[in-house]
């Protein structure tokens, strides 16, 4: 069975933390692009990060130098490390791996 599962996100304070995971199944995982989205309510999804099967990143500017995408190849998992958290960072966060995508995890950044 073909599946993503994001998880790890919640409630953090601005300034803070967070480790979002997104977990493979059924899927080339090793030979996959992963790319992380977020969506707030009324917009559209908007790209926060790539990495390649080669271990390429990028990322776009409102989160470049905050934000860090991996991926662990053994266990099928990639990572989105969130740091310096604000406010405006707050969304649902999806994993996309070959354009299968998770069901999201919810980031709330608040005080």
């Known amino acids: 069975q073909v599946q993503v599962v994001e998880s790890g996100g919640g409630l953090v304070q601005p300034g803070g933390s967070l480790t979002l995971s997104c977990t493979a199944s059924g899927i080339d995982f090793k030979n996959s692009v992963i790319d992380w989205w977020r969506q707030t309510p009324g917009n559209q999804r908007a790209w926060v990060a790539i990495?390649?099967?080669?271990?390429?990143?990028n990322y776009p500017d409102f989160v470049k130098g905050r934000f860090t995408i991996s991926r662990d190849n053994a266990k099928s998992t990639a990572y989105l490390q969130m740091n310096s958290l604000q406010p405006e960072d707050t969304a649902v966060y999806y994993c996309?791996?070959?354009?299968?995508w998770g069901q999201g995890t919810q980031v709330t950044v608040s005080s």
């Open positions: 990495i390649t099967r080669f271990g390429t990143t």
């Open positions: 996309a791996i070959n354009e299968i």
